[in-house]
């Protein structure tokens, strides 16, 4: 029988209301939903814990991380957890903590969209060497496949919520739920796809004052935006694939490009769960 563990985050800015219908005035603790021109999300956040049960070993084929929410029940970070925390700042959960390989994503095919281990072939997947920062995603957000962007190439969305690159010193866990804020945004074409990275930082991590735009990364930490870029570049290579590549001048764009993507994707989410847009395989439970 599969082991299963149980892990408590407390995160002071969650809320685990599921917005199926956009329009839709209130979250279900009673909360008031504010339906912005471009965030569709809940602004009056409570105060739960949010419960992560791991099922099975970690790298085996069968090994998932799930959310619970303060009842018990199974929840999907992806539709289930708030993007937008007010001032700039969002939730932000890690899939693949800093140092390691192994490739963990949402799951956005299955019911609840656990974490779990990424396969080929019916074999795990890793990168060919560590990824040097924690990555994630940023919840109630899309990359629509049927949406061209004239501005990166008029590349599609590559069908997955929006990845998150972290580059606070703290290594995160699997599933771990941060409070970020965005500093720029990579556009990556992955074989056409296109596949935004967003840089950000950690509000705990200690320079996080420090930084607010791009050109604070390059200040403050020399080097990382190129880095970035390149580690994602070329990761598949060893493969014997081609190399990724950016759009928006090979560079990373600013802070207010990257919230412009957020908001965005954000719509797209929005429109996903109302079934306005055809979710395919995708699980919207």
């Not at 720029?184 to 420090?210: F, H, N, Q, T, Y």
């Amino acid at each position: 029988m599969a082991a299963a563990r149980l892990a408590v985050i407390a995160n002071p800015f969650l809320s685990l209301n599921r917005i199926s219908q956009v329009r839709s005035l209130r979250c279900n603790n009673g909360v008031s939903l504010s339906v912005s021109k471009r965030l569709f999300t809940c602004r009056a956040l409570h105060n739960p814990q949010l419960h992560v049960k791991e099922q099975g070993q970690p790298e085996t084929l069968d090994y998932r991380v799930f959310f619970l929410d303060s009842s018990g029940k199974t929840v999907s970070p992806w539709h289930d957890l708030p993007l937008h925390l007010g001032d700039g700042i969002f939730n932000f959960i890690a899939e693949i903590p800093k140092e390691s390989s192994a490739k963990m994503e949402v799951a956005t095919d299955e019911p609840y969209t656990p974490i779990k281990q990424d396969t080929k072939k019916g074999k795990l997947r890793y990168y060919p060497y560590n990824i040097n920062w924690n990555y994630g995603l940023l919840p109630q957000t899309w990359e629509d496949p049927s949406l061209a962007n004239s501005e990166v190439e008029g590349a599609f969305g590559d069908n997955d919520p929006v990845d998150v690159v972290e580059i606070g010193e703290s290594r995160a866990k699997i599933g771990q739920i941060l409070r970020v804020k965005p500093l720029g945004a990579l556009a990556m074409i992955d074989e056409g796809e296109l596949d935004w990275k967003i840089v950000a930082i950690s509000l705990d991590d200690p320079r996080a004052s420090l930084v607010n735009d791009v050109d604070d990364v390059e200040k403050h930490f020399p080097g990382t935006l190129t880095a970035i870029r390149d580690w994602f570049r070329d990761y598949k290579i060893p493969d014997g694939k081609p190399a990724n590549k950016f759009g928006l001048g090979n560079k990373a764009a600013n802070k207010d490009y990257a919230l412009k993507v957020i908001n965005e994707t954000n719509e797209s989410w929005a429109k996903l769960v109302k079934r306005s847009i055809p979710a395919g395989e995708l699980s919207l439970v």
